[in-house]
């Protein structure tokens, strides 16, 4: 199971969002057929509408809080309002996917204006039904205290992708 973790190292999401963890569940994230692949790129265009995600583990009185954030915000070079989050859903039943759950922060499309910016999903297990409180705001979140706040423990399973602005050009 470490080396599920690799790429989360090497594309440093555990350092700048996470601390290592052992995954414990398998995640999928899927936008129409594309599944997110840890440091794959999507383009903007085919990330606008919210992801398929689905927990291949647990079971129905488990309950799941999943986490969208960019921890890039402005540009990765300077990356000073880390992070901004872009959705977070809680409630998700084991086994299920998450419009079974509760969109606590709705979706918001990732729009990256400078260089390659990681997208990162992380997934909690709950210790029990409507335990997590919504954050104060998107902007400058922080993945690691929003887990600490609600008592969510360590991940249990995370993936991420790159995207980067789309020129006219890209997008035909």
């Given at each position: 199971m470490?080396?599920t973790?690799?790429p989360?190292v ?5 350092g700048?969002v996470l ?6 569940i398998?995640m999928?994230?899927?936008y129409?057929t ?13 990330v ?9 583990g647990?079971?129905?009185r488990s309950?799941?809080t999943l ?12 990356p000073?309002?880390r ?8 409630d998700?039943?084991?086994?299920t996917d998450?419009?079974?759950g ?17 997208f990162v ?6 210790k029990?039904?409507?335990s ?7 902007d400058?979140?922080?993945t690691?205290?929003?887990a600490a706040e ?5 991940p ?7 995207a980067q ?7 035909r």
């Amino acid at each position: 199971m470490a080396r599920t973790c690799e790429p989360l190292v090497v594309g440093r999401v555990i350092g700048d969002v996470l601390d290592n963890f052992i995954p414990a569940i398998k995640m999928t994230v899927t936008y129409n057929t594309k599944q997110v692949c840890n440091g794959h790129e999507l383009f903007p265009s085919a990330v606008n509408s919210r992801p398929r995600v689905e927990i291949l583990g647990g079971d129905l009185r488990s309950f799941f809080t999943l986490v969208m954030t960019d921890p890039d915000v402005p540009g990765p070079s300077d990356p000073y309002l880390r992070e901004h989050l872009h959705w977070i859903v809680t409630d998700i039943p084991g086994t299920t996917d998450a419009t079974f759950g509760r969109e606590m922060v709705s979706y918001e499309m990732p729009r990256p204006n400078i260089g390659i910016h990681r997208f990162v999903f992380v997934l909690y297990k709950q210790k029990r039904r409507q335990s997590v409180s919504p954050p104060v705001s998107r902007d400058q979140f922080n993945t690691r205290n929003f887990a600490a706040e609600n008592d969510l423990g360590e991940p249990v399973a995370a993936v991420f992708f790159n995207a980067q602005r789309e020129t006219a050009a890209r997008r035909r």
